[in-house]
């Protein structure tokens, strides 16, 4: 069975920075993708960033220049480091891999930016 899990989130305030990591664990035989999602109250859940397992990463482009998406192939771990976050990044992050040819989510994390 595999799964994933997701660091803690928290509180923090304008322009600081948080890093969140994602560890899949379980019988994994291959991780292709590996991503970022989040969702904000009263919205779509929307893709922060993946990255490839040849290390392809894309961002949205509200993130561009702000977060980095990284991975460690033999932790089985993505890593999201969020450099000065707006409030506007306030929501539950999911990460998401594609493990043995299929989607899984993790639990989800709450991270709150607010003076």
């Known amino acids: 069975q595999v799964q994933l899990v997701e660091s803690v989130g928290g509180l923090v305030q304008p322009g600081g920075s948080l890093r969140l990591s994602c560890a899949a664990s379980?019988?994994?035989?291959?991780?292709?993708?590996m991503a970022w999602y989040r969702q904000a109250p009263g919205k779509e859940r929307e893709l922060v960033a993946a990255?490839?397992?040849?290390?392809?990463?894309n961002y949205d482009d509200s993130v561009k220049g702000r977060f980095t998406i990284s991975r460690d192939n033999v932790r089985n771990t993505v890593y999201l480091q969020m450099n000065s976050l707006k409030p506007e990044d306030t929501a539950v992050y999911y990460c998401?891999?594609?493990?043995?040819?299929?989607?899984?989510w993790g639990q989800g994390t709450q991270v709150t930016v607010s003076s």
């Open positions: 998401n891999a594609d493990i043995n040819l299929m989607h899984y």
């Open positions: 379980g019988s994994i035989f291959s991780i292709n993708a």
């Open positions: 990255i490839s397992r040849g290390y392809t990463r």
